[in-house]
């Protein structure tokens, strides 16, 4: 709890300004947009590059984004279920997917996971997130938001991944894994990618409109069971069974149980999915996760 909450408090901090902003007049939740894209373009390639392009890491360690990928369609599946028996339909039954199966596990667990196991626990969540969360939302979460979207958009998964700035940074990273990087660029792109929390969250804020929150308040209550309580409780059934890691196992139940990924903002305006639920849930799972991740650390 200790180490946590000061996470949770600053991006709930970051949350209220951009509400602060909204609701004063200064900034629209259409201001949101060009965060996003500032995000997308710029921030978030930054922060892979500088994180994963000096890690250095083990073979042993490729069985954690296998097993995020398999997290990940778990929480695919079980959603998709749970749209069904709420009778779900459209840009709605599309965020409800996307915000139950796809967490944060940069923002929130990158942090989380250094201040639990130190570098140790940072390179797990690294493998985690960026070969199996992230690469799973940007095929698999692309085709679902072109599935349920309003917005007429041809989904080619292996194009919106190898096209993806975040990814594109990725590739880059591993290959100048040998190269020293000048310590001027390195510190510039290091504090770029700073900025994409605070960003993120703002654009958060902006969006957020309290009425959807009391709108959604049934679907939010599911949503939030199934991100925080239920995904890692399969998080670690799977690693009981396939990790013989103690380290790996603590990071697989944390990322799967942090908050709803903040992308999923991102993903929504472009396909034009229910961004008010979208907004909500992460709101909302960001409050639970409070909770909910010592919980579910004390079960490993």
């Given at each position: 709890?200790?180490?946590?909450?000061?996470?949770?408090?600053?991006?709930?901090?970051?949350?209220?300004?951009?509400i602060v902003l909204r609701v004063t007049g200064l900034l629209s939740a259409e201001d949101s947009k060009p965060l996003n894209t500032l995000l997308?373009?710029?921030?978030?390639?930054?922060?892979?590059?500088?994180?994963?392009?000096?890690?250095?890491?083990?073979?042993?360690?490729?069985?954690?984004?296998?097993?995020?990928?398999?997290?990940?369609?778990?929480?695919?599946?079980?959603?998709?279920?749970?749209?069904?028996?709420?009778?779900?339909?459209?840009?709605?039954?599309?965020?409800?997917?996307?915000?139950?199966?796809?967490?944060?596990?940069?923002?929130?667990?990158?942090?989380?996971?250094?201040?639990?196991?130190?570098?140790?626990?940072?390179?797990?969540?690294?493998?985690?997130?960026?070969?199996?969360?992230?690469?799973?939302?940007?095929?698999?979460?692309?085709?679902?938001?072109?599935?349920?979207?309003?917005?007429?958009?041809?989904?080619?998964?292996?194009?919106?991944?190898?096209?993806?700035?975040?990814?594109?940074?990725?590739?880059?990273?591993?290959?100048?894994?040998?190269?020293?990087?000048?310590?001027?660029?390195?510190?510039?792109?290091?504090?770029?990618?700073?900025?994409?929390?605070?960003?993120?969250?703002?654009?958060?804020?902006?969006?957020?409109?309290?009425?959807?929150?009391?709108?959604?308040?049934?679907?939010?209550?599911?949503?939030?069971?199934?991100?925080?309580?239920?995904?890692?409780?399969?998080?670690?059934?799977?690693?009981?069974?396939?990790?013989?890691?103690?380290?790996?196992?603590?990071?697989?139940?944390?990322?799967?149980?942090?908050?709803?990924?903040?992308?999923?903002?991102?993903?929504?305006?472009?396909?034009?999915?229910?961004?008010?639920?979208?907004?909500?849930?992460?709101?909302?799972?960001?409050?639970?996760?409070?909770?909910?991740?010592?919980?579910?650390?004390?079960?490993?």
């Amino acid at each position: 709890m200790a180490t946590l909450a000061p996470v949770i408090l600053g991006v709930l901090g970051y949350v209220g300004l951009g509400i602060v902003l909204r609701v004063t007049g200064l900034l629209s939740a259409e201001d949101s947009k060009p965060l996003n894209t500032l995000l997308i373009y710029a921030a978030l390639p930054a922060l892979v590059f500088s994180t994963v392009q000096p890690a250095r890491a083990t073979a042993q360690l490729a069985i954690v984004p296998v097993l995020a990928w398999v997290i990940a369609l778990a929480g695919v599946a079980i959603a998709w279920v749970l749209t069904r028996a709420f009778r779900l339909e459209g840009p709605t039954a599309g965020a409800f997917i996307l915000v139950a199966a796809f967490g944060n596990t940069a923002y929130i667990g990158y942090p989380v996971a250094s201040a639990l196991l130190g570098d140790a626990g940072l390179v797990r969540a690294i493998f985690y997130d960026i070969f199996g969360n992230t690469a799973a939302i940007i095929t698999i979460g692309a085709l679902i938001a072109g599935h349920y979207g309003e917005r007429d958009v041809k989904v080619n998964p292996l194009r919106e991944l190898v096209t993806f700035p975040p990814f594109i940074a990725l590739v880059l990273a591993l290959a100048l894994r040998s190269v020293a990087v000048p310590a001027l660029v390195s510190g510039w792109l290091g504090a770029l990618g700073k900025l994409v929390v605070p960003m993120i969250m703002v654009s958060v804020g902006l969006s957020l409109k309290p009425r959807a929150v009391r709108a959604h308040l049934g679907k939010l209550g599911v949503i939030a069971s199934v991100k925080l309580l239920v995904m890692p409780l399969v998080a670690l059934g799977i690693g009981t069974l396939l990790v013989h890691d103690p380290a790996s196992l603590r990071i697989l139940v944390l990322e799967a149980g942090v908050p709803s990924m903040m992308l999923t903002v991102t993903i929504g305006m472009k396909y034009q999915l229910d961004v008010d639920l979208i907004a909500s849930a992460i709101l909302v799972t960001v409050l639970g996760a409070v909770l909910t991740i010592p919980l579910m650390q004390l079960l490993v």
